[in-house]
C-alpha cells in the first residue's frame, strides 16, 4: 500500500487540486455561456441532469462503498482483503452501469422527447450512455484510492483527466458546433467522457502495479449490496427527484404572467448563479471526500474520542469558511456576474442565494461524516423527504411567484435536511452542537457585510469585511488562541508511520 498522508496535508493537496479544476469548470462555463446564451445553457443543464441521473443510477453507490468497504478492511489492518473487496465493486458496477446504458441508449429517443422536450438532443443522451460504464468503473477506482489515501497519484490523474476533458470539448466547440445548442451538448459529453477514460486507464495500471498481498477468499457480495443499495436507493431516488424538478422548472414557469423566457431564467441559475456560488466550496471538497474513509476507519477501530473531535473541528472550520465566503460573494456577486457573464440578473440573484452560503457548506461536511460513519439509510429518508417536498413547492410556488418561489423552495428544504442530518450526525457521533456558535457567527458576518457595503469600490467592500469580520469573531470569542494553536499544530505535526495523526 502506497505511503499515507496525514489527513490535513492530504486534505491541502486536494485542495489544491480542486481549486485548479473548479477553475478551469467555471471558465468554460463562462466560455460556453457566451458561444449558446442562457436558452442554450439552459437546454445544456436539462441534457446534464438527465446525464446526472443515469450516472448516479450507474454508478449505484459503488463509489461511496468502495471507500466505506476499504477504509473498513484498512481500519482492520487486514489489506489483503482489498482485492477482493475491489473485485466485487468491479463486477457490481459492470452490471449496474451495463444495465442503465443500455436503457439510456433504447430510450434516449423518448427521454429527448418527452422529458428534455428537444428531439435535438438525442444524439447527446446516446453518447453519453455509450460511455457510462467507463465512467461508472473510474467511480470505483478513484473512491479506492481516496480511501487507501493515495491522493498524490489521484491528484495527478485527475488534473490530466480535466486538461483532457477540457481540450476536447474546446476543440469540438470550435471546430464542430459553433452555436448550435445541441451540438454543443455532444460536446461537452464527448469531451467529459474521453476524460474519464483517460482516468480509468490511468488507475487501472496504478492498481497493477501495486504488489499487496492477497488474502483468502472472502465473501464480499452482501457486505458490497449492505453497504450500496441505501446509498444506490438515495442517490437514484435524490437524483430521479432532482432530474423532475430540472425538467419541470420550465415549464411551470411559463405559467408565470411576468416569465418571458423562462429557459434562460432557469439558465441564469443552474448554469450561472449555483457554479459562482459553490465555486469556493471546491476547498472542502477534499475535506469531505477525506472524511469518509477516516471516520470509517475510526469506527471500525473504535475511537470514539477522535469522531467526536474530526466532527466538532470539521463543522466549525465549514461554518467559518462558509460566512467569509457568503460576505463577499453577496457583496460583490452583481459585478462578479456582469465581468462573468455580461448579466445583471444573474449577479442580483446570486446576492440572494449567497445568504445560503454557510449552511450548504456546513451540510456538504455533514453529509459526508455521516455517510463515513454508516448511515447510509438515514441519508435515504431524508434526501427522499426533501427532494419529493422541493417537487410539491415548486409545482404549487413556481406559476404564482416565478424564480422567487424556486428560492424559497430551495430554502426550505435544503434547511430541513441539513437539520436532520446534522441531528442525526450528533446522535451518533456524541458531539455536542450548541446554537450559540453559529448564530454568533451568523450575526458577526450580517453585521460585517452592513459596515462593508456603505463602501463604493468593490475591493474596498471586500477588504473592509474581511477585517471587520475578524475582528468581530475575536470580540465574540468564536475563534481565540486556541484555533492559532491547533492550525498551527496541522501544519507542523508529523505523522507517525502509517498512521494519520492530524485533522
Not at 441532469?49 to 450507474?58: D, H, N, Q, T
Not at 477514460?197 to 472472502?218: E, K
Not at 429518508?381 to 404549487?396: F, P, Q, V
Request: charged fraction near 10%; aromatic fraction near 8%.
Amino acid at each position: 500500500m502506497p505511503k499515507k498522508l496525514p489527513i490535513f496535508y492530504s486534505a491541502l493537496l486536494l485542495t489544491g487540486v480542486n481549486l485548479l479544476l473548479r477553475l478551469a469548470g467555471t471558465a468554460f462555463q463562462v466560455y460556453v455561456s457566451g458561444r449558446i446564451g442562457a436558452a442554450g445553457v439552459g437546454l445544456l443543464q436539462l441534457v446534464m441532469s438527465v446525464g446526472s441521473l443515469a450516472m448516479i443510477a450507474g454508478v449505484a453507490g459503488i463509489r461511496t462503498a468502495t471507500m466505506y468497504l476499504t477504509a473498513e478492511e484498512l481500519g482492520r489492518k487486514q489489506p489483503g482483503n482489498v482485492g477482493r473487496v475491489l473485485s466485487g465493486c468491479f463486477l457490481y458496477s459492470i452490471l449496474c452501469s451495463g444495465a442503465v446504458s443500455a436503457l439510456l441508449f433504447t430510450f434516449a429517443p423518448l427521454i429527448a422527447e418527452k422529458w428534455v422536450g428537444d428531439i435535438r438532443t438525442v444524439e447527446a443522451l446516446r453518447l453519453f450512455a455509450a460511455f457510462l460504464p467507463a465512467v461508472c468503473l473510474c467511480a470505483v477506482l478513484t473512491g479506492y484510492f481516496t480511501a487507501a489515501n493515495s491522493v498524490g497519484a489521484l491528484a495527478v490523474v485527475e488534473v490530466a483527466e480535466q486538461l483532457c476533458a477540457m481540450a476536447v470539448t474546446m476543440a469540438a466547440l470550435t471546430l464542430w458546433a459553433g452555436d448550435d445548442a445541441a451540438k454543443a451538448c455532444q460536446s461537452v459529453i464527448l469531451g467529459s467522457s474521453l476524460g474519464c477514460c483517460l482516468t480509468l486507464v490511468c488507475l487501472v495500471l496504478l492498481r497493477l502495479r501495486q504488489r499487496d498481498p492477497v488474502g483468502p477468499p472472502i465473501p464480499v457480495g452482501s457486505r458490497i449490496l449492505q453497504a450500496a443499495a441505501p446509498l444506490a436507493l438515495a442517490d437514484v431516488a435524490k437524483s430521479g427527484l432532482t432530474t423532475t424538478e430540472n425538467l419541470m422548472v420550465p415549464k411551470r414557469l411559463a405559467l408565470h404572467a411576468a416569465a418571458a423566457d423562462p429557459l434562460a431564467a432557469f439558465g441564469i441559475i443552474s448554469g450561472m448563479v449555483f457554479p459562482v456560488m459553490m465555486f469556493p466550496a471546491c476547498i472542502l471538497y477534499g475535506l469531505a471526500e477525506l472524511l469518509i474513509p477516516e471516520l470509517a476507519r475510526c469506527a471500525a477501530a473504535g475511537s470514539s474520542q477522535r469522531i467526536r473531535y474530526l466532527v466538532r473541528r470539521s463543522l466549525k472550520a465549514a461554518m467559518l469558511y462558509g460566512v467569509v465566503f457568503s460576505g463577499l460573494i453577496f457583496l460583490l456577486a452583481e459585478p462578479l456576474c456582469i465581468r462573468l457573464y455580461q448579466n445583471p440578473q444573474a449577479g442580483q440573484a446570486l446576492k440572494w442565494y449567497a445568504l445560503l452560503i454557510p449552511m450548504l457548506y456546513c451540510d456538504t461536511l455533514t453529509d459526508a461524516m455521516t455517510k463515513g460513519l454508516g448511515q447510509q439509510k438515514a441519508c435515504v429518508r431524508y434526501n427522499i423527504l426533501t427532494s419529493a417536498m422541493d417537487i410539491a413547492l415548486l409545482y404549487l410556488l413556481l406559476p404564482t411567484l416565478g424564480m422567487q418561489g424556486y428560492y424559497i423552495s430551495f430554502l426550505i428544504t435544503h434547511l430541513l435536511n441539513f437539520a436532520l442530518s446534522l441531528r442525526r450526525l450528533s446522535k451518533i457521533s456524541g458531539a455536542r452542537i450548541l446554537p450559540a456558535l453559529p448564530l454568533l457567527t451568523a450575526a458577526a458576518m450580517l453585521a460585517s457585510v452592513w459596515g462593508a457595503s456603505h463602501l463604493g469600490q468593490p475591493a474596498s467592500r471586500a477588504a473592509v469585511y474581511v477585517l471587520l469580520l475578524g475582528c468581530l469573531l475575536c470580540l465574540l470569542q468564536v475563534t481565540g488562541k486556541a484555533d492559532l494553536i491547533w492550525v498551527k499544530g496541522l501544519i507542523f505535526q508529523k505523522a507517525k508511520a502509517g498512521h494519520i495523526t492530524a485533522l
